[in-house]
C-alpha cells in the first residue's frame, strides 16, 4: 500500500463512520416517528371503542397516550407512578384515563371520590391478573384480593377469621418477640461505643420486618436462620399539625390498606405491628430524623414499593 493509498483511507474513514453514524440516527428517529404515528391512530381507535364521557358535557374523559404495545405500562403506573401522577394530574385534570395495554383503567386523585367509590367495592368485578399481564397472573394466582363476587365473598369469609379485630391481639405476644430480634439484630455491631448513635435507614432497614413476621405467623417459627438469611436477606416531628384534624377529614388522603367492604384484611395486624415496632424503638432509644426541607419518595424496583428516603438517627437509652 503506497503512501497516496493510506492517506486517502486515512481521510475517508472519518468520514464514512461520520455518515453510517448520521444514517443510523437518522433510521432511529424515522422508527421512533412511526412508532408515535401508529400509537396515536391506535389511542384514537381504542377510544372509539371503548368511549368514557362526561354525564353533562358529553366530552370524553382527558386520557393519557396510548404508547404500545403496554398502552401507559406497568412501568409507567408502578415504577415511575409518583412522578407520572404528578405530571398526569397536571396534564389532564383529577380523573383522566390510562392505557393497561388495550384495557382502559380510570385513574382518581381527590379524596371525595376514592371514597364514592369504595362504597360498595364489594360489588366491583376485579380485572383480570390485575390488568398486569400474564407473568403477574401466574405470580399472584386467584387470591382473595383478584376475584370477585360470590366466589370473594366465600373464600373472603373462610381466611379473614383470624385477622379480624378481635383476633388479632392474640398474635401480639409474637409480635412483640420478633419485633425484638429484628432490632437486636439491625443494631447490632452497627455501633462500635457503647451509647453511639447508629443511623438507619427508615424504609430500606426495615421493609422486611413485616415480611418476617406474616411469614412467622402464618407459617410457624420452623424457619431456620439460614432461611431467614435467604428470605429477609418521615418527616421531622411537629405533633401541633394532628391538633384540629378530624380522622374522617384525613381518612380519604393516604392510600394504606383501601377502603369499604373489600378493604385489605390484613389491616388489623399491620397496625398493630406497626405499633409494637414504634414503641420498641422510642421506648429503647432516643430517635431522632434527620432534618429535611422536603422528603423525596424513591421506589423499589425489586418490590415496586414507593419508600420515603428517610433516615433516623438513634441512641440507646441507659
Avoid at 7 to 24: D, E
Amino acid at each position: 500500500m503506497d503512501l497516496v493509498t493510506s492517506f486517502s483511507l486515512l481521510t475517508w474513514s472519518p468520514l464514512a463512520v461520520s455518515i453510517l453514524v448520521a444514517l443510523v440516527f437518522k433510521q432511529r428517529q424515522l422508527v421512533s416517528r412511526l412508532r408515535g404515528m401508529v400509537a396515536r391512530i391506535i389511542h384514537h381507535i381504542l377510544t372509539w371503542l371503548y368511549p368514557i364521557k362526561d354525564t353533562i358535557n358529553s366530552q370524553h374523559l382527558p386520557s393519557a397516550p396510548f404508547w404500545g404495545p403496554e398502552g401507559s405500562g406497568d412501568e409507567a403506573k408502578f415504577l415511575n407512578g409518583s412522578k407520572n401522577s404528578l405530571r398526569w394530574g397536571i396534564l389532564y385534570g383529577p380523573i383522566y384515563r390510562i392505557w393497561s395495554g388495550t384495557h382502559t383503567e380510570v385513574a382518581v386523585t381527590q379524596a371525595g371520590h376514592i371514597k364514592a367509590i369504595f362504597h360498595d367495592s364489594d360489588r366491583h368485578l376485579k380485572a383480570k391478573n390485575s390488568d398486569s399481564g400474564w407473568m403477574m397472573g401466574q405470580v399472584l394466582g386467584q387470591c382473595v384480593g383478584l376475584v370477585s363476587g360470590t366466589e370473594w365473598a366465600s373464600l373472603r369469609a373462610h381466611v379473614d377469621v383470624p385477622f379480624t379485630h378481635k383476633s388479632v391481639p392474640e398474635f401480639l405476644p409474637d409480635i412483640v418477640a420478633g419485633t425484638q430480634s429484628y432490632f437486636s439484630r439491625l443494631f447490632e455491631g452497627r455501633a462500635s461505643n457503647r451509647g453511639e448513635a447508629v443511623v438507619i435507614h427508615a424504609a430500606e432497614d426495615m421493609k422486611f420486618l413485616p415480611f418476617k413476621l406474616v411469614a412467622t405467623l402464618i407459617y410457624g417459627k420452623a424457619m431456620s436462620s439460614e432461611l431467614e438469611k435467604r428470605l429477609f436477606g418521615s418527616v421531622p416531628t411537629r405533633p401541633e399539625r394532628w391538633a384540629e384534624l378530624k380522622s374522617s377529614e384525613t381518612r380519604y388522603q393516604m392510600w394504606r390498606f383501601g377502603f369499604g367492604p373489600r378493604m385489605c384484611m390484613g389491616r388489623h395486624i399491620a397496625e398493630k405491628m406497626l405499633r409494637v415496632a414504634l414503641v420498641l424503638l422510642v421506648r429503647d432509644r432516643e430517635v431522632r430524623v434527620e432534618a429535611k426541607d422536603e422528603v423525596e419518595f424513591e421506589t423499589d424496583p425489586g418490590s415496586w414499593i414507593t419508600c420515603p428516603d428517610v433516615r433516623m438517627e438513634c441512641h440507646g437509652r441507659g
